[in-house]
């Protein structure tokens, strides 16, 4: 059951695994320099500990057994998901997805992500026509619509929508023909073309953070404020940066969440363009590896899963560090790996688990 | 359960997918791209205007600000102080919510949201890092609240504010004048003394009248400030640096508090209730006293300009037709009467029209073409010792016409009349002289409004018309030389014009300036002691003889039966001349205003000390309404300054008391 051989070392993708701890790392230093209160880079290095052993672990386990396992996943995912809304749930910052379990608690639906990706690959993997035929693609995109739709019922509307970002590379993958690709995107540009209109005068929070970035004169200036403090904070940290403890804006309070999801405000204050773009780099090589993994994998559960957690990290960079620099509308979106939260650390590394997991034995057959 | 062939389909399922993991590759890199450009434009295009507002943001400027220079008498006595106060001042850039603070402050400080409301609107061009004051006066309830409070509402907070204080009220209030909040029209003007681009900032507290104003600079001192880090709620964290205040320099004015206090007792008694007496030392032009009646009470502009009363007070004091505000030593100007016969006289003797021993001059009415000219007096041909003393009308319509407007008007400019005298107080006016080119001045510019209003052109025929009705004619000559006419003199002007007379022709431009003290400017460096040098000094060319010829000319007004005998001192040789301003206006009532009662003089004859100009508006005759009021600060000179015993009188309750000041050296 756990394969462990002499190959096990020589075709670990340490590459990745250093790149990712990398960033961890990278990331508990800006957390204990931004530090908005004393000890929260320890109990990072807890959480960046335990998801090292939940990666390693994960790859001791050969990934199809684990798809094997993806509707028992997806179950519990979505019943902790439910649990949200019973008492055990609690509300942070105006999202009801946080759940307390004893001493234990964690967000359901940073799980929920990796557990859909899961479910959506054992199906696909499973799936033989190419491209697939509507009543397959109705199942998938119920087994899609239903952990997504309780996401957005907690109001965590960025999470919701990165439900969508694997959902199609994993739909883009399965061979969906081109005119659906190009009537979906055709379709989403319209959408978005007609709604310009209703959104500028529409004065929910939701409404005012997308106004705040795009017509900044029509947002009130509440909703402006953290996206100016964060472009302050990024601009201010010019090439080479503040140099690290030199960031006023995160220390100071003036960016909100600042050892959370705007973590890389701060880094970039503190290093820089020279920062900025190196932790960019680093995650671009993530998931250029990952897309390699997929390229490589021997058959379809693997292809489909690591597709979908390279998408899903693409997603979370592009819009984390999309609204840090105030071309994305503020979404409470962790950046993987770096920001504070163990949960989304956990996942994080448990999606890399799998991703090595399959890189390991792809010529095991 | 995975299904049988694991593996793909065919080679073209796999190159299918390899096609589509593609795309996701561009996007990922195009993703990269963005996010990369908008960080080059971020932190290498714009990295400075962010790292601006990055500062900004975290740090706040607190002031400290500078006690303001005490003010003292020229003996030490204090004039005007600073007292400890505090302020309530709101720090904007703090200020997330106006309503939220708006109803805080309402509530708690009592302050007037509109009033507020306003008070933010005014300061919005202001650099933002300033706090702005909401409440002076802060009563230590306010200042407790605020200290409390200052977790919560970090944006308010509590300043000490140093107020000037004028103990002695109304006293000299003239010249010391008054201090208040600099105007936004002050501060746009780039001419003004406060203006932006000299430093100044809304706001900040400037002399705005008397010496408080000409000498602001030296008495401001330079404010400390503290460049404090604060959290985005405005909270301080640390400090970055402290400059400390630099206290403004003493000042020591040439005012004597016993002579100004009399002088003050005998301007409150002038029957119009509006006058000036001003005294200063002829040797030197150091003024002794100034008042100018009726005066303000300085405390109302630094203690309560911003309550409701006050505010009240000060519309009142503005409003008001007798002008307390107005500084009548310097700003008014009067036509100067009689006194003016001693220039008439000084310019004569030099240009020898008539000589010490004869002058050959009828005095009495005299007819110039089909106008009589009254004269009270008609001493057949006197010399001009008892021309000066009685005041002979007569004659000096004579002397004028003799002497011609050329040689005159020389005179006029040899003794700088119609141009400032340079004293240290703002806002002086210049007068006017009685010659042609003045005349003319004045005609033009009445014949052009009365065109204006018409909506008619201005041509060359009206100027030769302006020629002929402002011809110079003998009538204009004789009111001239005596003081009438277009002159328009200050008391300020007629002061060094006596003073010159005294003593023998230097003329010192009066002054308020003792001495300034040492201390250390905003570098830190050591200023030296400052005193007064008169850049203006001139002198008016007078033979010994001439000086004597007014010596005793002044001297027998007063001592020898003539007009201004009331203002004799028993062995002070007070010389003197009266003066009986005509105005050619009405009262409301219709009547014939009274006229303006001058007496100039110094003392002693031959050792002048003490210059001295009274003027009592509206009144009558100057020998019977100004030169009494002079014999009381003579005498109380003459006194102390001789260690004489102080006359007693008894008052109406049969009490005794000394007259004049209760301070006795």
């Known amino acids: 059951m756990i394969g462990i051989n002499r190959r096990y070392a020589t075709d670990f993708d340490w590459a990745l695994l250093i790149a990712a701890l990398m960033i961890a790392a990278f990331g508990v230093l800006e957390i204990s320099s931004a530090e908005p209160a004393p000890g929260l880079w320890r109990r990072q290095v807890v959480g960046v500990a335990i998801g090292v052993v939940v990666l390693f672990v994960t790859t001791m386990f050969d990934y199809r057994r684990i798809v094997n396992l993806a509707p028992y996943f997806y179950g519990v995912s979505l019943t902790l998901l439910a649990l949200v809304f019973t008492p055990l749930g609690r509300e942070v910052n105006g999202n009801r997805n946080w759940l307390y379990l004893g001493a234990f608690r964690f967000q359901p639906s940073e799980l929920a992500k990796i557990c859909t990706i899961l479910f959506l690959a054992w199906y696909l993997s499973g799936a033989r026509k190419r491209p697939?035929?509507?009543?397959?693609?109705?199942?998938?995109?119920?087994?899609?619509?239903?952990?997504?739709?309780?996401?957005?019922?907690?109001?965590?509307?960025?999470?919701?929508?990165?439900?969508?970002?694997?959902?199609?590379?994993?739909?883009?993958?399965?061979?969906?023909?081109?005119?659906?690709?190009?009537?979906?995107?055709?379709?989403?540009?319209?959408?978005?073309?007609?709604?310009?209109?209703?959104?500028?005068?529409?004065?929910?929070?939701?409404?005012?953070?997308?106004?705040?970035?795009?017509?900044?004169?029509?947002?009130?200036?509440?909703?402006?404020?953290?996206?100016?403090?964060?472009?302050?904070?990024?601009?201010?940290?010019?090439?080479?940066?503040?140099?690290?403890?030199?960031?006023?804006?995160?220390?100071?309070?003036?960016?909100?969440?600042?050892?959370?999801d705007f973590i890389f405000a701060v880094a970039s204050e503190e290093w820089g363009f020279f920062g900025g773009i190196l932790s960019l780099a680093a995650y671009l090589f993530i998931i250029f590896r990952l897309l390699m993994i997929a390229r490589r994998s021997r058959e379809r559960a693997g292809l489909f899963l690591v597709t979908g957690i390279a998408a899903l990290m693409l997603y979370h960079v592009a819009v984390n560090v999309g609204m840090v620099v105030r071309l994305m509308p503020i979404m409470g979106i962790p950046l993987p790996l770096m920001s504070f939260g163990s949960t989304s650390v956990v996942a994080t590394c448990f999606g890399l688990g799998l991703a090595i997991s399959v890189r390991l034995r792809r010529f095991v057959n | 359960m995975i299904s049988k062939d694991q593996g793909f389909d065919s080679q073209e399922d796999l190159r299918q997918a390899g096609v589509r993991l593609r795309i996701i590759y561009y996007v990922a890199l195009v993703v990269f791209f963005v996010l990369a450009g908008r960080l080059w434009y971020l932190q290498v295009m714009n990295s400075e205007s962010y790292l601006e507002r990055a500062e900004q943001n975290r740090t706040r400027i607190i002031a400290i600000p500078?006690?303001?220079?005490?003010?003292?008498?020229?003996?030490?006595?204090?004039?005007?102080?600073?007292?400890?106060?505090?302020?309530?001042?709101?720090?904007?850039?703090?200020?997330?919510?106006?309503?939220?603070?708006?109803?805080?402050?309402?509530?708690?400080?009592?302050?007037?949201?509109?009033?507020?409301?306003?008070?933010?609107?005014?300061?919005?061009?202001?650099?933002?890092?300033?706090?702005?004051?909401?409440?002076?006066?802060?009563?230590?309830?306010?200042?407790?609240?605020?200290?409390?409070?200052?977790?919560?509402?970090?944006?308010?907070?509590?300043?000490?504010?140093?107020?000037?204080?004028?103990?002695?009220?109304?006293?000299?209030?003239?010249?010391?004048?008054?201090?208040?909040?600099?105007?936004?029209?002050?501060?746009?003007?780039?001419?003004?003394?406060?203006?932006?681009?000299?430093?100044?900032?809304?706001?900040?507290?400037?002399?705005?009248?008397?010496?408080?104003?000409?000498?602001?600079?030296?008495?401001?001192?330079?404010?400390?400030e503290r460049t404090v880090v604060v959290d985005s709620r405005g909270r301080i964290q640390r400090e970055i640096s402290v400059t400390p205040p630099v206290a403004g320099r003493d000042f020591y004015t040439t005012i004597d508090l016993d002579i100004q206090r009399l002088a003050e007792e005998q301007t409150d008694t002038m029957p119009s209730g509006r006058g000036v007496i001003v005294v200063s030392n002829p040797r030197n032009g150091e003024i002794l006293a100034l008042v100018s009646h009726p005066a303000f009470d300085p405390n109302l502009f630094s203690m309560r300009a911003k309550t409701e009363q006050g505010r009240e007070e000060i519309r009142d004091l503005t409003e008001d037709p007798d002008k307390p505000l107005y500084n009548r030593v310097i700003q008014g100007s009067y036509p100067p009467g009689s006194t003016w016969k001693l220039l008439t006289s000084v310019a004569a003797l030099n240009e020898g029209v008539i000589t010490p021993e004869n002058s050959r001059v009828q005095d009495g009415g005299i007819q110039l073409g089909n106008y009589f000219m009254n004269s009270l007096s008609n001493l057949g041909m006197p010399d001009v010792v008892t021309a000066i003393a009685r005041s002979a009308d007569g004659y000096y319509y004579r002397l004028g016409i003799k002497m011609g407007a050329e040689r005159f008007e020389k005179w006029v400019k040899i003794f700088r009349f119609g141009e400032r005298t340079g004293v240290d107080l703002p806002r002086e006016v210049s007068g006017l002289m009685p010659i042609p080119a003045v005349k003319e001045n004045i005609t033009r510019n009445i014949m052009k409004r009365k065109k204006t209003d018409q909506g008619e052109e201005w041509t060359e025929k009206d100027e030769e018309a302006v020629r002929r009705a402002a011809k110079w004619t003998e009538y204009d000559m004789a009111a001239s030389s005596f003081g009438q006419g277009t002159n328009a003199s200050t008391p300020i002007q007629l002061l060094r014009y006596v003073g010159g007379l005294a003593v023998g022709g230097s003329n010192y431009t009066p002054h308020l300036l003792l001495r300034i003290s040492s201390g250390l400017n905003r570098f830190g460096q050591f200023e030296p002691e400052i005193h007064y040098t008169d850049n203006n000094r001139f002198t008016?060319?007078?033979?010994?003889?001439?000086?004597?010829?007014?010596?005793?000319?002044?001297?027998?007004?007063?001592?020898?039966?003539?007009?201004?005998?009331?203002?004799?001192?028993?062995?002070?040789?007070?010389?003197?001349?009266?003066?009986?301003a005509q105005v050619a206006s009405n009262d409301k009532a219709g009547r014939k205003t009274q006229d303006h009662a001058w007496f100039m003089s110094f003392a002693p004859r031959d050792n002048p000390e003490l210059a001295m100009v009274i003027l009592t508006e509206n009144a009558g005759f100057g020998g019977k309404q100004s030169a009494p009021r002079a014999q009381p600060i003579y005498e109380d000179y003459y006194r102390r300054t001789r260690n004489l015993p102080m006359p007693v009188v008894a008052d109406a309750n049969g009490t005794t008391a000394s007259p004049g000041s209760p301070v006795r050296q």
């Open chain 2, 66 to 224: 500078a006690r303001r220079g005490t003010i003292f008498d020229r003996k030490g006595r204090i004039l005007v102080t600073s007292q400890p106060s505090y302020n309530i001042v709101v720090n904007r850039k703090d200020v997330r919510d106006f309503d939220e603070v708006a109803g805080l402050l309402a509530d708690n400080l009592g302050i007037d949201s509109q009033w507020l409301a306003r008070r933010f609107e005014s300061a919005k061009f202001e650099p933002k890092y300033e706090s702005i004051v909401i409440k002076e006066l802060a009563t230590p309830a306010d200042v407790a609240w605020v200290e409390a409070h200052q977790y919560e509402f970090p944006m308010i907070r509590s300043e000490e504010a140093p107020r000037r204080s004028y103990p002695h009220g109304l006293m000299a209030a003239h010249a010391l004048g008054y201090v208040g909040e600099v105007s936004r029209a002050e501060l746009d003007d780039p001419k003004s003394p406060f203006s932006r681009d000299k430093g100044f900032k809304l706001g900040d507290i400037v002399g705005k009248a008397g010496i408080e104003r000409t000498y602001n600079d030296a008495l401001t001192g330079e404010d400390g």
């Open chain 2, 540 to 580: 008016v060319p007078m033979s010994p003889e001439i000086v004597q010829i007014v010596r005793k000319g002044m001297w027998e007004a007063v001592n020898g039966g003539g007009t201004a005998n009331a203002a004799a001192v028993v062995g002070f040789d007070v010389c003197g001349k009266t003066g009986t």
């Open chain 1, 132 to 260: 697939l035929d509507l009543r397959s693609t109705l199942i998938l995109a119920v087994a899609w619509a239903v952990p997504t739709g309780l996401v957005f019922l907690e109001n965590d509307t960025g999470s919701a929508l990165s439900f969508g970002s694997f959902f199609a590379a994993m739909l883009l993958l399965s061979g969906i023909r081109w005119r659906w690709v190009l009537l979906a995107l055709a379709g989403l540009a319209t959408a978005i073309i007609l709604a310009i209109p209703a959104l500028k005068e529409c004065k929910s929070y939701k409404c005012e953070r997308i106004k705040a970035v795009y017509w900044p004169d029509l947002a009130e200036k509440r909703f402006r404020y953290q996206n100016e403090q964060a472009e302050i904070a990024v601009g201010s940290g010019g090439i080479f940066g503040k140099g690290l403890r030199g960031s006023t804006q995160g220390t100071l309070g003036f960016v909100p969440e600042v050892h959370n």
